[in-house]
């Protein structure tokens, strides 16, 4: 991995080795990334804000992983896996689209899920496009009709993506059909253009990609041509083991986990992560570890597997389960993870 600029990134090209640069080689790279900047805005193509916005699991972030051809956002099948704004970075040739990768809203039961709909919600705020992804495969749920009547407020251009098409298209005309119906009684005349693909497949992507190239502005590229997201390390790394978790609690108790890194150790050959479990209860403890620590063992040999894969460096992930009582309820606490 190298970094670039300030910023806390994670660039398409990844170096050999730990990145660990001394004051002198940050400045270097500082104005390094001020030339490519200017180098940027010369290169005149068409290049925009996306927000890909939809209910919880219909495929958000597997697309964006798929377009990107690399792992920005962390996937499961639990619902508001996502729980942060990730922006994932597409340049080509064309230009550059700036993805939002949003939490998926659904019905909140709390604090927490409604913040995560709000942070949902305001990203279509300053879009130059929207891209509502629905599951073709399922019939429409609530959330999907909100999000429509929801574009429907504003002539933001708009893409509507029926994904999950390798496991069933029963759902499109209906879907369609909602829209129509939404229109009509709201007399509205914006034409979103409907697209059927498989995030998981590849299928519709290069007419996904085509649709809103001709959709964003001419203009510059928005960040240099390297970065893939500029989401934070540490988040980043709290959601890869996050999703870990997901892999192996399935609807045990992952809404009730929160990560947290506390620290990253970095040495030429290996970065050791310090990082905290957090749940709700004394009682969630022992799930979180497991029999013998089994759980929490597998959970930390996934994680550096896949760090090692993301940033080119030998990993360390040691995890420390702490009790921290109705976190969800706890405004400066989900500030603090970035949920609020
Ligand atoms: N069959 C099939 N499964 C898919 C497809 N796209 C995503 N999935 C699966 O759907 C589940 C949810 O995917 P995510 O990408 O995490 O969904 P999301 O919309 O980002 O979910 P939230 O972050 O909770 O809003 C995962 O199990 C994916 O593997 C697809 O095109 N076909
Ligand atoms: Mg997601």
């Known amino acids: 991995m190298v970094e670039c600029g300030g910023l806390e990134n994670r660039c398409a090209r990844k170096s050999t080795g730990g990145s660990n640069p001394s004051s002198s080689a940050t400045q270097t790279t500082r104005s390094a990334y001020c030339i490519k900047m200017e180098e940027n805005a010369l290169k005149i193509g068409r290049s925009g804000i996306v927000a890909v916005v939809g209910r919880t699991n219909v495929g958000k972030s597997t697309l964006l992983n798929a377009l990107l051809g690399e792992k920005v956002s962390i996937v499961s099948d639990t619902v508001q896996t996502t729980r942060n704004i990730i922006r994932a970075i597409l340049t080509e040739d064309r230009g550059q689209l700036v993805f939002l990768d949003t939490p998926g809203v659904h019905k909140a039961d709390g604090d927490f899920g409604r913040n995560l709909n709000k942070m949902a919600r305001s990203s279509v705020g300053g879009a130059d496009a929207v891209l509502l992804v629905l599951d073709a495969s399922k019939k429409s749920w609530q959330e999907d009709e909100g999000w429509m009547r929801r574009?429907?407020?504003?002539?933001?251009?708009?893409?509507?993506?029926?994904?999950?098409?390798?496991?069933?298209?029963?759902?499109?005309?209906?879907?369609?059909?909602?829209?129509?119906?939404?229109?009509?009684?709201?007399?509205?005349?914006?034409?979103?253009?409907?697209?059927?693909?498989?995030?998981?497949?590849?299928?519709?992507?290069?007419?996904?990609?085509?649709?809103?190239?001709?959709?964003?502005?001419?203009?510059?590229?928005?960040?240099?041509?390297?970065?893939?997201?500029?989401?934070?390390?540490?988040?980043?790394?709290?959601?890869?083991?996050?999703?870990?978790?997901?892999?192996?609690?399935?609807?045990?108790?992952?809404?009730?986990?929160?990560?947290?890194?506390?620290?990253?150790?970095?040495?030429?050959?290996?970065?050791?992560?310090?990082?905290?479990?957090?749940?709700?209860?004394?009682?969630?403890?022992?799930?979180?570890?497991?029999?013998?620590?089994?759980?929490?063992?597998?959970?930390?040999?996934?994680?550096?597997?896949?760090?090692?894969?993301?940033?080119?460096?030998?990993?360390?992930?040691?995890?420390?389960?702490?009790?921290?009582?109705?976190?969800?309820k706890n405004f400066f606490f989900l500030k603090k993870l970035g949920y609020a």
């Not at 980043?236 to 892999?247: G, L, Q, S, T």
């Open 151 to 328: 574009l429907m407020k504003d002539d933001t251009p708009c893409v509507i993506l029926l994904n999950k098409t390798d496991i069933g298209t029963g759902f499109i005309a209906s879907y369609k059909e909602l829209w129509a119906n939404i229109a009509a009684e709201k007399n509205c005349a914006l034409k979103p253009v409907w697209i059927e693909a498989s995030a998981l497949k590849g299928d519709g992507l290069p007419a996904l990609t085509k649709t809103l190239f001709l959709m964003v502005p001419e203009g510059p590229h928005l960040f240099p041509e390297e970065i893939l997201t500029d989401y934070p390390r540490k988040l980043n790394m709290a959601d890869v083991i996050r999703e870990k978790y997901f892999d192996r609690l399935h609807d045990e108790l992952p809404h009730c986990l929160a990560i947290w890194i506390e620290e990253i150790e970095e040495t030429q050959s290996k970065w050791t992560i310090q990082a905290v479990v957090y749940v709700e209860r004394h009682s969630q403890k022992g799930i979180v570890i497991g029999e013998k620590g089994r759980l929490l063992k597998s959970v930390q040999y996934q994680a550096e597997k896949e760090l090692f894969e993301m940033y080119g460096v030998k990993m360390k992930v040691k995890l420390w389960v702490k009790v921290e009582k109705n976190w969800r």
